[in-house]
């Protein structure tokens, strides 16, 4: 069964508790996502650094139930 957009959101909020996190449904069918995660833990982090964080905090599901997971990650502008 595919993952909710909810449910992924707050495994990595769970595992980054300063994300923002932005899903978008890729197909319309709930099984392939995109998720943009923003967080002001990543400041200073290589762009590999930051995505590795995020799919520690998801774990095993990563090519398990969640198999398509399209990832962009961002630290939050400063005005």
């Given at each position: 069964?595919?993952m909710?957009?909810d449910?992924i ?6 595992g980054?508790?300063?994300a923002?996190?932005e899903?978008?449904?890729l ?7 995109a ?5 002001e833990?990543f ?5 590999l650094k930051?995505?590795r ?16 997971l ?7 502008v400063?005005?």
């Amino acid at each position: 069964m595919p993952m909710s957009a909810d449910e992924i959101e707050a495994l990595i909020v769970a595992g980054i508790p300063d994300a923002r996190v932005e899903m978008t449904d890729l197909a319309g069918d709930g099984d392939h996502w995109a998720a943009r995660v923003t967080a002001e833990s990543f400041r200073g982090l290589p762009r590999l650094k930051q995505q590795r964080a995020v799919y520690a905090a998801l774990g095993d599901r990563m090519g398990g139930v969640l198999h398509a997971l399209q990832l962009s990650t961002a630290v939050p502008v400063q005005e």
